[in-house]
């Protein structure tokens, strides 16, 4: 960098810390810290908004003490980051991408990871929240008259509609930020938000303010308004059931909500004089003495909590006007992306028929009433029970053990209800895999199955991933496999398992995101080093996609339940291979038994034949595996045969020889690897690591710390060393060519040897069958374009051109001129003649002249 530009760079970064008064501590760390990422990478963009990233990391990881206590200290400085923002010029969507990039180049601790991912998640979810707000909040009150007459002469301001939209909203911000577990989903959210609501409404009937209150709202008491009320009926009127029919929430769970935490909440608030009024009926909030210091305190509350941990500033919806316009419908077109994710490659056909997506809210409280809709399953059913007493008290401790695991893990006082509806989706589930296991093996005895206990377990532990993300919680996957110790090997077992056994209980997006962390398990989870999975290698070497394909099983005659490619429970959870076809044949010629031993001896390093487990592993891993290749290179234009022919084998031989590769690493960064090191030895022009980058980004499952953060060296207990992650470049350069250069030569078309390299053969696509349309399907197809040809044209310069061009300009004006239907030009001398059109009389003339002429005729 120059020094002009280095200059320069300065300061621009001391005017904007001037302007946002930064301290001069927090102003030197996070030049440092700039200067620091500056030298390892570059920036790209503009500059204010890595000044931005740099400023809101080192105030967050600064303290600022506090007056009072000499020993009480606040996380962070202070500085809003909404503030920060807008000096930066830079959108909170912006700055969530751009934070998580710094994150990693800075090398930042975890727990800052956790403040960005908190950070992200908590404004999508207030967005879907205050369009659903705006939709209630105009059904339950009316604009007053009086909202633009409060002026400052006014010694009394008594509360507007527009006022009372701004108090009921920031008592939810401060009611919320009482307990992190309020915000652990959008459910539980929006049942805070509800119980709000019914506070502020009751309040404005005690006022008795006539004046706001909309009419045609069911929640409002008999005869409020009129002289025979009672004021004494508010003391136990409740409008959440109304409420909950208005807005499609969970009545029981909204009114649990009132009862066991917002009157605590609403308690420790008039305590504390965050709100003041009456403690005991907590009414009078809205009454003319109270409602402005109200107004106040909830506004200083609330700001004294983001400047204290540095979350975005909420309250901006107020002071947008637009914002105001938004309803629940903007909320599903704009929230659908963000909080929808991208339909993976794998396994499409498993989901239903893509109809109209619902909002956020609105989604996840459907999910939640259909697995409340199954609540009443409290215990086995009558199929399950077949098993036996002894096989269902086993299930009963496990999940007892299972649901404390889940309590400590939580230390919330929903999750006992969390794990309740589980447990009911747990049977509902069991109830449903047994019958079709029976339906397609009559013969098979579920007390085996039943007694396994890898089965049992991944298949509670999916039932709780599957109902945090009905709720939208905030424990996002992996984080069930972390609180109940479960390897993601074992896991991935039972996705496919729940997706074909679920009886249209699931939903789409449900659906989805199974889909999405059986591929996460695949691609990454399973190859970790403590996954049970390198033991299996250790003992039988890693099957090639030859080895696993159903089709070449079935031509070997290998054991039935591999030549299944939709394989079942029993199958799938076996610990080893049964073959039912030497059971059958247990006593055939020594022949066949000398076959087979020759063909363990011909392949010495398979060592035993693989687990049942490992050869359904394989053969989605390998599947994944050449979805992914084949879009890669679709958009690198290497998608002939040829290419992917060789690219396939050399992917095949890095996982099979080269396993070590994998661990602690990703599926995509070998396929990177490997699709950059073939260009090289090809010696492909115009392909660099940049553009597989760039058409990697496209994939649904992509993510930036897959190529950021690869693993350089594994840590090292005995001498304290931590894990060593670079870029992927870097991992390219000094691990993998040096491990895969001398067999991808054979490929390079400069040694004999490669025509003695087989090909390995690849993954097929898997026949298409017609489905069944959407109802609300829509064809939109582009418009036929329509080509206008420029008219010729020509250029005159008065006393300059000659005569013949001034006749050539008077000809295509003549040309180009419509002609009236009473006039027309003669061709040769330009003169207007007479049109030949005859004119053409009106028709009520006519008849006026019809009539004249008869009268003239009679008078003659």
């Known amino acids: 960098m120059s020094v002009n530009k280095a200059a320069n760079l300065r300061s621009q970064y001391e005017d904007l810390c001037r302007e946002l008064n930064m301290d001069r501590e927090t102003e030197d760390m996070s030049w440092k810290m700039f200067e620091e990422v500056l030298q390892r990478s570059t920036l790209e963009g503009e500059p204010l908004h890595w000044f931005c990233c740099a400023l809101y990391a080192a105030c967050r990881l600064s303290y600022t003490p506090t007056v009072g206590e000499s020993n009480a200290i606040v996380m962070g400085n202070c500085i809003s980051l909404n503030k920060m923002l807008r000096c930066c010029d830079i959108s909170i969507s912006q700055f969530i991408l751009k934070i998580k990039v710094w994150h990693e180049m800075a090398n930042l601790p975890c727990s800052f990871l956790r403040q960005i991912e908190r950070l992200e998640r908590t404004p999508g979810i207030t967005f879907h929240l205050y369009c659903r707000y705006n939709d209630i909040f105009e059904k339950l009150f009316i604009s007053s008259r009086n909202d633009k007459k409060n002026t400052k002469y006014r010694s009394v301001a008594r509360c507007s509609s527009t006022k009372l939209y701004d108090l009921c909203w920031c008592l939810y911000l401060c009611a919320k930020n009482e307990d992190p577990s309020y915000n652990m989903d959008i459910v539980t959210s929006f049942h805070l938000l509800l119980c709000c609501i019914d506070l502020i409404y009751l309040n404005v009937l005690g006022e008795n303010r006539v004046d706001l209150v909309n009419r045609n709202f069911v929640g409002i008491p008999e005869k409020w308004g009129t002289s025979l009320y009672d004021p004494q009926q508010l003391h136990n009127h409740c409008i959440i059931g109304a409420l909950c029919n208005l807005a499609g929430a969970l009545s029981n769970d909204?009114?649990?909500?009132?009862?066991?935490?917002?009157?605590?909440?609403?308690?420790?608030?008039?305590?504390?004089?965050?709100?003041?009024?009456?403690?005991?009926t907590f009414l009078g909030i809205i009454s003319n003495e109270n409602f402005e210091r109200n107004v106040k305190s909830l506004n200083s509350a609330y700001e004294q909590y983001v400047l204290s941990v540095g979350e975005f500033d909420e309250r901006i919806l107020l002071n947008n006007p637009n914002c105001r316009k938004l309803s629940s419908s903007d909320a599903g077109v704009e929230g659908h992306t963000a909080t929808n994710p991208q339909t993976p490659y794998t396994r499409k056909h498993s989901l239903p028929n893509k109809e109209d997506v619902p909002e956020p809210v609105a989604s996840a409280t459907n999910n939640v009433k259909k697995l409340k809709d199954i609540a009443k399953i409290s215990g086995p059913t009558e199929f399950i029970s077949q098993a036996g007493v002894e096989t269902l008290n086993k299930i009963s401790e496990k999940l007892t053990q299972m649901q404390n695991e889940f309590n400590s893990a939580l230390n919330n006082a929903d999750v006992g209800n969390r794990f309740k509806t589980a447990e009911s989706l747990f049977f509902y589930l069991l109830d449903k895999i047994l019958r079709v296991e029976t339906r397609t093996k009559p013969n098979i005895n579920i007390k085996i199955l039943l007694s396994t206990e890898t089965f049992i377990t991944t298949l509670i532990v999916c039932c709780v991933e599957i109902v945090l993300d009905a709720y939208q919680s905030q424990k996002k996957f992996p984080w069930v496999l972390t609180c109940f110790n479960i390897s993601a090997y074992h896991f991935h077992k039972i996705i496919e398992i729940v997706v074909r056994s679920h009886d249209e209980l699931l939903s789409r997006p449900l659906i989805?995101?199974?889909?999405?962390?059986?591929?996460?398990?695949?691609?990454?989870?399973?190859?970790?080093?403590?996954?049970?999975?390198?033991?299996?290698?250790?003992?039988?070497?890693?099957?090639?996609w030859s080895d696993v394909d159903v089709d070449n099983l079935a031509k070997r005659n290998q054991p039935q339940i591999q030549q299944s490619p939709n394989c079942s429970a029993y199958e799938t959870f076996s610990s080893v291979i049964v073959n039912e076809s030497t059971r059958r044949d247990l006593f055939n010629s020594a022949r066949e038994s000398s076959n087979a031993r020759e063909t363990l001896v011909k392949k010495p390093l398979e060592g035993a034949?693989?687990?049942?487990?490992?050869?359904?592993?394989?053969?989605?891993?390998?599947?994944?595996?050449?979805?992914?290749?084949?879009?890669?290179?679709?958009e690198l234009k290497l998608a002939e045969e040829p290419h992917l022919n060789k690219l396939w084998t050399l992917f095949e031989y890095s996982i099979t020889q080269r396993t070590e590769l994998m661990q602690d690493r990703h599926l995509d960064q070998m396929l990177m690897?490997?699709?950059?090191?073939?260009?090289?030895?090809?010696?492909?022009?115009?392909?660099?690591?940049?553009?597989?980058?760039?058409?990697?980004?496209k994939q649904p499952q992509a993510q930036s710390r897959t190529y950021r953060e690869v693993l350089i060296e594994t840590a090292d207990e005995k001498n304290g060393s931590h894990a060593k992650y670079r870029d992927i470049i870097y991992f390219y350069n000094n691990i993998y060519v040096k491990n895969l250069t001398p067999y991808a030569l054979n490929f390079s078309g400069r040694q004999q040897a490669q025509q003695n390299v087989p090909l390995s053969p690849h993954p097929t696509e898997k026949q298409s069958y017609p489905r069944k349309l959407s109802n609300n399907l829509i064809t939109v197809s582009r418009m036929e374009k329509s080509e206008h040809s420029h008219s010729p044209f020509l250029t005159y310069e008065f006393s300059k051109s000659p005569g013949k061009n001034l006749e050539e300009l008077n000809y295509f004006i003549r040309k180009g001129k419509r002609n009236l239907p009473f006039t027309e030009f003669d061709g040769s001398d330009g003169h207007i003649i007479e049109s030949k059109i005859a004119k053409k009389t009106p028709v009520f003339l006519q008849k006026c002249r019809g009539v004249l002429q008869d009268r003239q005729e009679d008078i003659k």
């Open 254 to 280: 909204a009114k649990d909500m009132k009862e066991n935490h917002c009157k605590r909440i609403f308690t420790k608030f008039f305590k504390t004089k965050t709100i003041h009024g009456n403690e005991e």
């Open 512 to 544: 989805k995101h199974l889909n999405c962390i059986e591929e996460t398990c695949l691609e990454s989870l399973a190859w970790k080093c403590e996954s049970p999975l390198w033991d299996i290698i250790r003992t039988s070497a890693l099957p090639t």
């Open 673 to 697: 690897c490997g699709i950059y090191l073939y260009i090289r030895v090809q010696d492909i022009k115009c392909k660099s690591f940049t553009d597989i980058m760039k058409f990697y980004r």
């Open 609 to 634: 034949k693989p687990t049942a487990s490992l050869t359904i592993f394989c053969r989605k891993f390998y599947k994944l595996a050449w979805i992914r290749l084949k879009e890669l290179c679709r």
